[in-house]
């Protein structure tokens, strides 16, 4: 039975939100600020899922370090919808988030606790 990857997960469950997002600002004619969030929003994801087939411990914490980078641009433009006029509400994307970041530090901070044959578990 395969273990459940939470941080994995909830990554990939936040970057099909953050498509759904993406499209809505696409059919309100918002594209540069959705191509933005699509970009840096689904990158987070990415990069988690690349770090479980990483080189070696460098390697993972590094992918891990690209994706919290990614979650702080996402935030930042999610930051711009928000407080811009005409713009839907994306306060629920950013606490999630918000959640994301946090399991991005407890990472940094115990990556040995949660780093077994390149995959990362139970955060």
């Not at 191509?35 to 411990?57: D, F, P, V, Y």
């Not at 702080?72 to 928000?82: A, M, R, S, V």
Request: proline share 2%; hydrophobic share 35%; with cysteine.
């Amino acid at each position: 039975m395969e273990k459940e990857n939470l941080i994995l997960d909830k990554s990939f469950a936040f970057s099909l939100k953050i498509i759904d997002y993406a499209e809505i600002l696409e059919e309100s004619r918002k594209y540069i600020l959705s191509r933005q969030l699509l970009k840096s929003g689904t990158s987070i994801g990415a990069n988690i899922n690349e770090a479980q087939s990483s080189e070696s411990k460098a390697d993972f914490i590094h992918k891990l370090k690209i994706a919290d980078k990614e979650a702080y641009e996402t935030e930042y433009w999610l930051k711009l919808c928000k407080f811009s006029k005409n713009y839907p509400n994306p306060d629920a994307l950013i606490e999630e988030l918000v959640i994301l970041k946090n399991y991005f530090q407890k990472s940094f901070l115990h990556p040995k606790n949660h780093y077994i044959n390149n995959t990362l578990f139970h955060i």
